[in-house]
């Protein structure tokens, strides 16, 4: 519930927890819409729509049984994805907002790994996710390769096809992480973004758990983070 003329507020992160602001979890992908309700006292009516986990699952399914075994719907794959979150953003059109929570892309199936996972990258921007932040499989290739998806640029394994499918330009979603930093101590991405719906301020700050680094299993990432990187918490963040 978002009341506009609530005061700032002060952020507190503990240590091994995900961040609150996100609404979101690290568990098996699914979609999960939050909202709350308006009233008579003026509260906006705000769906936040999240998922997570998705590693590039564009063509993957499996279906749906019923306690007899009987199949009765199907999920995965980036059609049902895209029907289950616009079905629900019509309910509430103006004031959805589209978020996901890390491995989006990493140890994915070949439709789009072969493509750097760059297919993941454009379907996610047509779908018009708003807010993002990393786990551990967005470190697979290194954190520059990750930094390409996000911002975009050129990898010498599918430039070749920018010629038909133009430049790769990277992700539309604001990507996030506070407690992730290099070697001077400074966040490898912005640390939080204020999205303004209905005239209210909501502000999303990512983290990734303090176990991130002892879940990579690319030996060039192992090297950058244990050489160059620290994992912090982000303590008594104060909304501007």
Do not use: C
């Not at 075994?69 to 103006?94: F, H, M």
């Not at 454009?122 to 779908?127: A, D, G, I, K, P």
Request: charged share 20%.
């Amino acid at each position: 519930m978002i009341r506009k003329n609530s005061k700032n507020t002060k952020w507190k992160l503990f240590n091994g927890s995900l961040v609150a602001a996100l609404a979101i979890t690290m568990a098996p992908l699914n979609i999960f819409p939050q909202s709350v309700k308006a009233d008579t006292n003026g509260d906006i009516h705000v769906q936040l729509l999240g998922i997570n986990d998705y590693h590039g699952q564009l063509d993957t399914w499996r279906s749906i049984k019923d306690s007899t075994g009987k199949v009765v719907d199907y999920s995965g794959g980036i059609e049902y994805l895209a029907a289950y979150l616009k079905e629900r953003e019509a309910t509430n059109p103006a004031n959805t907002l589209m978020i996901q929570a890390g491995d989006l892309v990493g140890a994915s199936p070949p439709v789009s790994a072969l493509l750097q996972d760059e297919p993941t990258i454009r379907f996610m921007n047509e779908l018009g996710f708003d807010v993002g932040t990393i786990g551990n499989h967005e470190f697979d290739e290194g954190v520059a390769e990750m930094k390409r998806l996000i911002y975009g640029g050129s990898n010498p394994k599918t430039e070749k096809y920018e010629a038909k499918y133009g430049k790769f330009t990277g992700s539309t979603m604001d990507y996030v992480v506070a407690n992730v930093v290099d070697d001077k101590n400074e966040p490898i991405l912005p640390p939080y973004v204020v999205k303004e719906v209905g005239g209210a301020k909501i502000g999303f700050i990512g983290v990734v758990t303090t176990e991130t680094h002892q879940r990579l299993y690319h030996q060039k990432v192992l090297k950058v983070l244990n050489l160059r990187m620290k994992l912090r918490l982000l303590t008594n963040m104060q909304k501007n």
